[in-house]
């Protein structure tokens, strides 16, 4: 069964103004996606600045969105790390705080070869006892996880149940699909790509618009999944402009700024992370008025 389906938001962390972590502020917004739609929520993943924080906030963060969300939705922890000792203690602690699922990404900036991969996500799933969707996004770690690698690793660990989809490479997913016979929770993980990756058989996407368009990223899932494909595609095209938009510069630099804009300030960046520069300031909340999105 897989750990949900439809539209999972990849949530902003937010920050007081020293940076450390918005707790409360974060505790609103897991209110907000469990009342607004959203189907799961993806904390410390790339959204959520994860790479900025030390151990022990990844880890306080994790735990405080499982106890705040209590059950209503699934809670899926970013673990993955470019050391695999490191990506093995986050995961054994998240899972033993009771996350539904672990988002693991590809070793960054080592560039593992696919032999190190399989090796890296079998050390991964032997100690951490919770479901791993497999985080394949080469544009920001520069190792792109094979088809034939994805594969290998559904087929023969158990709790490897899924991989995120980021390559931007239809063709590569096709395959990926091709060669698990399908037996594989897939989920796209760009989010002008949504409807081509459910025709695939994805299970959903974990998102990055859901931020700032929760229901209507899971209504492209949920009419999808009840046959209406022209209904799907229609808002899928509809928020082309928005997507585009939202990744006018490097993410999450924009959505923040999207989410300040209607009134949900989430505070700072972590540098190296900087404002996003007042022209694409205008066009992104264009583009959100555009989409009906009301700004305060």
Same mark, same amino acid.
């Given at each position: ?10 949530? &902003? ?18 209110? %907000? ?8 929520? =993806? ?34 922890? +970013? !673990? ?10 986050l995961s054994k602690e998240a899972a033993d705080y009771g996350a539904d699922g672990l988002l693991v990404v590809t070793p960054y900036y080592n560039k593992a070869t696919q032999a190190g991969l399989i090796a890296h996500y079998s050390a991964v799933a032997k100690e951490a006892k919770a479901p791993i969707i497999m985080y394949s996004v080469a ?5 792109? =996880? ?21 390559? +931007? ?25 949504? &409807? ?28 999808? %999944?009840? +046959?209406? &494909? ?32 209607? /009134?949900?300030?989430? /505070? ?8 996003? !520069?007042?022209?694409?300031?205008? !066009? ?13």
């Amino acid at each position: 069964m897989s750990i949900f389906t439809g539209a999972g938001v990849a949530i &902003v962390t937010p920050f007081h103004e020293d940076e450390s972590i918005h707790y409360d502020r974060l505790d609103e917004l897991i209110d %907000f996606h469990c009342n607004n739609g959203t189907d799961s929520i =993806i904390i410390c993943g790339t959204t959520g600045e994860s790479a900025t924080m030390t151990e022990e906030e990844h880890l306080e963060c994790v735990k405080f969105a499982i106890d705040r969300a209590k059950g209503r939705i699934p809670v899926i922890a +970013g !673990t993955g790390s470019n050391c695999t000792r490191t990506a093995v203690e986050l995961s054994k602690e998240a899972a033993d705080y009771g996350a539904d699922g672990l988002l693991v990404v590809t070793p960054y900036y080592n560039k593992a070869t696919q032999a190190g991969l399989i090796a890296h996500y079998s050390a991964v799933a032997k100690e951490a006892k919770a479901p791993i969707i497999m985080y394949s996004v080469a544009s920001r770690t520069g190792c792109n =996880i094979e088809p034939a690698t994805v594969a290998y690793l559904v087929k023969h660990v158990e709790n490897i149940v899924g991989v995120k989809e980021a390559s +931007g490479n239809i063709s590569q997913v096709a395959k990926i699909m091709a060669l698990t016979d399908g037996n594989i929770d897939l989920y796209s993980g760009n989010d002008d790509q949504i &409807v081509p990756l459910l025709s695939l058989g994805a299970k959903g996407v974990i998102s990055v618009l859901s931020n700032v368009a929760p229901k209507e990223t899971h209504e492209i899932c949920e009419k999808f %999944f009840a +046959g209406d &494909v022209e209904g799907s595609c229609r808002l899928q095209l509809k928020a082309i402009p928005l997507i585009d938009q939202l990744f006018c510069e490097v993410n999450p630099i924009p959505v923040k700024k999207a989410m300040q804009l209607m /009134g949900r300030d989430c /505070g700072p960046l972590r540098m190296p992370m900087t404002e996003l !520069t007042p022209e694409h300031e205008k !066009t992104l909340a264009q583009a959100m008025k555009d989409f009906g999105i009301t700004l305060a």
